[in-house]
């Protein structure tokens, strides 16, 4: 009898760990999927498109804001999420992005989330340039963004210019440089957990 039930204890660990290992490769195939051009070329809106016209409340501000207001320069959009650590890790780029650029270039991070959570992020971080609310993802979806960090650049009339993940100041270099040649689609193979949370 103790056989059976040690066998049985045996079995279900030999279960629980393959469950597991099941689990890391789903989601090690969706990273390399989200890195591939397909993925990165269908999330989005297209490039050469307008961005769907939006507002949304501004964090600093509380007012609705609404996202033709940017237009009258371009605007790197990108959108984040207070759960996602590539995210958190986005903000000090950005802000070295912004101190750079913020002459010729609007800075909007569109945050899926409400007040709160973005306050305990913010808590320990500073963030240069516009917060807009997305509480209920309507932003993310109207504009078809799947994982953050994501991020658009667009040009004065509002047509996106380029697009990808957003995952630093590589990131972000490329996506400007869109404005002064090529649309570009920003890839990248080895990519840490992204999901919307």
Known sequence: MDILFYSNVLLWIVVLFMLFSLFLLYRQFGSVYLGTREAITRDGVSIGSKLPEFSAKSYFSNERI?????FHKPTLIAFISPGCKPCQELIPEW???YMKYNEKINFVIV???DKTSFSKLL???SLIGELLLDEEREILASCQVRVTPFA???DENGTVKGKGLCNGIEHIHGLISALEGESVLV???NLPERTVK
């Open 66 to 70: 609404p996202i033709d207001s940017f």
């Open 95 to 97: 802000n070295k992005a």
């Open 111 to 113: 945050g899926l989330g």
């Open 123 to 125: 808590a320990d971080k």
């Open 152 to 154: 658009f650049v667009i």
């Open 187 to 189: 890839e990248e193979t």
